[in-house]
């Protein structure tokens, strides 16, 4: 199967700073790129779709000016969320579609 | 309302026990139908995309088949190491093309 990589893998910072994660399609280019979050326990919860060269587009109940996704290539798609605070904790998740989803590894975030 | 309901939520085998996973879809419309494993601390892994009714698909002691209400996920023989989540997610095509929903998941265990 296709090959997504996230750095960082994981990743501890201060409330109120920004954090960028990174999603790459190493094999394959992907026209479209998806964001995940994943609570313990829980399922994923698709946050954004992003499609290169154009705006993201949010689900419903995920702030777009705080969670800026920018997708600059066919093969790179980036997460930064903005002023972090505790509730933000999570681990990420990005997928890259080339018709099936291929997920990376996954980020996990720890705002103290 | 579109949903997807996985059962059961936990499922424990004996070595060699052989069972299957059920995911229920009620959707206005389906375009495929996903299977994933997802290992603790990871992103998901593909394992099988179902798009019609009465489709098969086979990967070592992994099985998914497909109707027009419900997948089923069948493991024969199984070993410890298919000890995982099992996630299945529908694409439900039209405006949603390419989006993925996620059920709950089935925590598997295999005991040795």
């Known amino acids: 199967g296709a090959v997504v990589s996230q750095h960082p893998s994981w990743v501890i910072c201060k409330s109120g700073t920004s954090v960028k994660i990174e999603c790459r399609s190493l094999?394959?280019?992907?026209?479209?790129m998806f964001w995940y979050r994943q609570f313990p326990k829980q399922s994923l919860m698709l946050m954004a779709t992003?499609?290169?060269?154009?705006?993201?587009?949010?689900e419903q109940g995920v702030e777009k000016d705080k969670f800026l996704i920018n997708h600059a290539s066919l093969t790179l798609s980036t997460l930064t969320v903005t002023s972090a605070h505790p509730e933000d904790s999570s681990f990420y998740i990005c997928?890259?579609?080339?018709?099936?989803?291929?997920f990376g590894p996954g980020t996990r975030l720890l705002v103290l | 309302e579109d949903q997807v309901t996985q059962s059961p939520e936990a499922l424990r085998l004996q070595e060699g026990e052989s069972s299957s996973l059920n995911c229920s879809y009620t959707?206005?419309?389906?375009?495929?139908l996903f299977w994933y494993r997802q290992d603790p601390g990871k992103g998901p892994e593909f394992l099988f995309t179902?798009?019609?009714a009465g489709e098969e698909k086979e990967k070592e002691r992994l099985k998914a088949t497909l109707t027009k209400k419900e997948s089923f996920l069948h493991i024969t023989a199984p070993k410890p190491e298919d000890s995982a989540t099992y996630l299945c997610?529908?694409?439900?095509?039209?405006?949603?093309?390419?989006?993925?929903?996620f059920g709950q998941g089935t925590i598997l265990t295999v005991h040795p």
């Open positions: 997928s890259a579609s080339g018709g099936t989803q291929y």
């Open positions: 094999d394959f280019q992907a026209t479209t």
């Open positions: 992003s499609n290169e060269g154009s705006k993201a587009t949010y």
């Open positions: 959707v206005s419309g389906l375009r495929g």
């Open positions: 179902l798009y019609s």
């Open positions: 997610a529908v694409d439900l095509g039209g405006t949603s093309y390419g989006k993925l929903t």
